[in-house]
């Protein structure tokens, strides 16, 4: 059984900052990308960002560019998610995703494996 694990959620301020980690269970994940998304109320599943296997490439939205980092630790089978200068839009479930073919897409539906999310509330 495939299981990618989500943590790090929790309240913050606006200004403040968070770390997301994505721990993957049941296989490894290397020569995946893996990806964050986000779900905010009321609103579709949007792109965050992503890491390439292979190259290492990153890629991010730009509504976070800046702001988010996007890393990995093959060693621990991980993938994090670092937030700072967090905004109330920010707030959303966080979802974390392996994508098998690593071609780095943004699009959630090229993505193989999905985390349960975890939750990111920034406070105004």
């Known amino acids: 059984q495939v299981q990618l694990v989500e943590s790090g959620g929790g309240l913050v301020q606006a200004g403040g900052s968070l770390r997301l980690s994505c721990a993957a269970f049941?296989?490894?994940?290397?020569?995946?990308?893996m990806g964050w998304f986000r779900q905010a109320p009321g609103k579709g599943r949007e792109f965050v960002a992503a890491?390439?296997?292979?190259?290492?490439?990153?890629v991010y939205a730009d509504s976070v560019k800046g702001r988010f980092t996007i890393s990995r630790d093959n060693a621990k089978n991980t993938v994090y998610l670092q937030m700072i200068s967090l905004k109330p839009e920010d707030t959303a479930v966080y979802y974390c995703?392996?994508?098998?073919?690593?071609?780095?897409?943004?699009?959630?539906?090229?993505?193989?494996?999905w985390g349960q999310g975890t939750q990111v509330t920034v406070s105004s």
């Open positions: 890491i390439r296997w292979n190259s290492g490439n990153t």
């Open positions: 049941g296989r490894t994940f290397s020569g995946c990308t």
């Open positions: 995703a392996a994508e098998v073919d690593d071609t780095g897409h943004i699009s959630e539906r090229y993505y193989d494996y």
